[in-house]
């Protein structure tokens, strides 16, 4: 048996052992996903368990996706300019990071919402680690512009100047500047998240936004977060953050295996899952 893993502290609540199980058992592997809590004093040393033979690799969260990058023999795809793996993989003993979340942000779109981002505007809200994956993966996606938009709006001209400078049409949007050219907005902030801060301070007006805009929130409990419902009562069609969540977790089982990622059995399993904590939380029996 081999094993792969999710490190991060705390790591109790991720949905990855659920969905990545249900990939390793549709594909007929015998591999066991494991939660690996780590505090940070034990960081190093989980790193490097991570270079035994059994090991196929580890899947990051949060707080060590920028920790763990100087910890890695090598830095595949966009990691490197993002600054974060949520990747590594074990190869012969050496430690390779990616970081799948913006490509299976891209993914998601193209394969579960029929929107392609190829000469397409973005506005992204929110300057953190998912807006610099997204950002960079947007670049090799050849959308046509990348806005950032951020409540400090310094880091979204600092995160435009990154992708600039690695050749992409990105460009820092301002409070009040117009809106309605973009093709999708999407909110890459921690507002609305279930326990996150209060979702009036996300910096956009749904107003400003075309009615032709596909509004979508990579936050994914609840499901329909407020921008999301705001989204829908402006006209705009509504593309939710677990469908992103699936294909991150996708693309990390097809760099560990080589073999294609059972999407649509990962997917109903995470959805299975969260049904039953909503059924717990609200005290039905499961
Ligand atoms: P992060 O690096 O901490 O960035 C947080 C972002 O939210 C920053 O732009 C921050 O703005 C903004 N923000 C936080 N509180 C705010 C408030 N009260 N008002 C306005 N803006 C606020 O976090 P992250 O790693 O990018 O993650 C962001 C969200 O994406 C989280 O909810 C995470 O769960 C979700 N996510 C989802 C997936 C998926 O697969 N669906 C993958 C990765 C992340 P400032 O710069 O002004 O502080």
């Not at 966009?78 to 799948?100: C, E, H, K, P, Y």
């Not at 749904?206 to 999301?228: K, M, N």
């Not at 939710?240 to 080589?258: C, H, K, N, R, V």
Request: proline share 6%.
């Amino acid at each position: 048996m081999k094993r792969a893993g999710i490190m991060g502290h705390p790591v109790a609540h991720s949905l990855s052992p659920v969905f990545q199980a249900a990939a390793f058992r549709e594909s007929g592997l015998d591999v066991s996903y494991d939660l690996w809590d780590t505090s940070p004093s034990r960081l190093r040393a989980r790193i490097e368990s991570l270079r035994a033979p059994d090991i196929l690799g580890a899947n990051v969260t949060i707080p060590y996706k920028e920790a763990v990058v100087p910890l890695l023999d090598e830095l595949g795809g966009q990691s490197a300019r993002v600054g974060a793996v949520n990747t590594i993989v074990n190869r012969d003993g050496r430690l390779f990071g990616f970081n799948t979340d913006g490509p299976g942000f891209v993914a998601a779109l193209r394969n579960e919402a029929a929107f392609d981002v190829a000469g397409r505007s973005v506005l992204l809200l929110g300057a953190g680690g998912a807006a610099r994956g997204i950002a960079f993966a947007l670049v090799d996606a050849r959308a046509k512009t990348i806005g950032v938009t951020n409540r400090t709006i310094d880091r979204a001209t600092r995160l435009a100047a990154d992708v600039r400078a690695a050749g992409g049409p990105a460009e820092a949007v301002k409070p009040g500047a117009s809106l309605a050219r973009f093709d999708c907005v999407v909110n890459c902030t921690s507002i609305g998240m279930h326990g996150g801060p209060d979702p009036a301070g996300l910096p956009v007006e749904i107003d400003s936004l075309s009615r032709g805009a596909l509004a979508v929130d990579i936050v994914y409990i609840p499901e329909v977060t407020p921008f999301l419902a705001a989204a829908a009562t402006g006209g705009l069609r509504t593309f939710g953050g677990l469908p992103m969540l699936i294909y991150q977790g996708a693309l990390a089982f097809e760099l560990w295996t080589g073999v294609n990622a059972p999407a649509e059995a990962m997917a109903v399993a995470a959805r299975n899952e969260l049904q039953r904590r909503a059924a717990l939380a609200s005290g039905q029996r499961p």
